[in-house]
């Protein structure tokens, strides 16, 4: 059988050469085929949402009695899970100062002898000194009262124009929307400067307890034992502030022959010049009854002449 196909193999190759060559390259090719590796099996993959899958899943999963092993021998990567970003701390803000119990001001203005115009982180704001009060000066319906102008000219003197340091404590607004706080010039409290002189009185203690409370209690304690300011005149200074009568008629108090107990105070007070010559005083000289110095333009010891 072998010879015989063999015979008729080379009878076709004499005739048709080309065609028998065809068809021998054509079955080595097929028998190669036949012969190679077989087809890699396709190897297991652990599908995304199975690798993502929280360790709590695969817990309940064995616990339900799912024990079959793995088709794969490659280790999957536990789900990395992001942390939430920590909080950023940033810088304090207003009032940061504020809040802190400081603001550094500018005075732009002076109202009177405890309330002030001031600017400060770009704003305009009004004070009113913590636990002093002075005389009035501005207040409507409301009489010039002895002793404010002197502290209105004492607080200008000493404030205006000037950088400061506000101190908060307790109530930051009264009922006028205006700001309270104790005021630094340098190292000294205008708070506790005011009282020294005699030009304000210890009041307005609604929140108790104040840091600096004491300080300016006996600071007002030495003023009302020297008799200065506004504790010269009895009676003037009252629990409800001050107290105008008892600063009496002009006409009956100017005859005192009382000495003044400096040149800013006295048991005698003229608001102005006209009111010294109405009482038939002028000139006034240093150390007469109702001498001041805010009366003395020229400053050479003479007023009203």
């Known amino acids: 059988m072998w010879t015989w196909g063999m015979s008729m193999v080379h009878r076709w190759q004499k005739r048709y050469p080309a065609l028998v060559s065809a068809l021998l390259a054509l079955f080595v090719s097929i028998g190669l085929i036949g012969c190679g590796a077989p087809a890699a099996e396709p190897s297991a993959t652990v599908p995304p949402s199975a690798a993502a899958a929280p360790s709590g899943t695969q817990s309940t999963e064995k616990a339900a009695g799912n024990s079959a ?25 207003p009032q ?36 002093i009060d002075t005389p009035e000066t501005h207040k409507p319906d409301t009489p010039v009262e002895p002793f404010g102008p002197e502290a209105s000219a004492y607080a200008e003197q000493v404030l205006a124009g000037r950088d400061v340091k506000l101190e908060l404590d307790g109530p930051q607004r009264d009922k006028y929307g205006r700001l309270l706080c104790y005021l630094w010039v340098g190292d000294q409290l205008f708070n506790k400067m005011q009282i ?13 307890p104040y840091k600096h409370y004491d300080e300016l209690l006996a ?28 600063v009496g008629s002009m006409g009956n108090t100017a005859g005192s022959s009382a000495p003044a107990p400096n040149d800013n105070t006295a048991s005698v007070y003229y608001r102005n010049c006209a009111q010294v010559r109405a009482a038939g005083k002028a000139p006034l000289h240093r150390g007469d009854p109702g001498y001041r110095t805010q009366l003395d333009r020229d400053g050479d010891g003479i007023a009203c002449e």
């Open 196 to 208: 020294e002189k005699g030009y304000a009185r210890v009041a307005y203690v609604y929140d108790p």
């Open 219 to 246: 600071a007002e304690q030495k003023a009302k034992s020297a008799g200065i300011g506004i504790w010269s005149i009895p009676g003037y200074v009252t629990d409800e502030g001050y107290n105008p009568a008892a």
């Open 69 to 93: 092993p793995s088709t794969s021998s490659t280790p999957v990567a536990a789900a990395t899970v992001p942390r939430p970003a920590a909080p950023t701390t940033s810088a304090p803000s």
């Open 96 to 131: 940061s100062g504020a809040a802190q119990g400081w603001i550094t001001a500018h005075v732009t203005k002076v109202v009177d002898g405890d309330t002030m115009d001031v600017s400060y982180n770009g704003k305009q704001d009004t004070i009113r000194l913590l636990l």
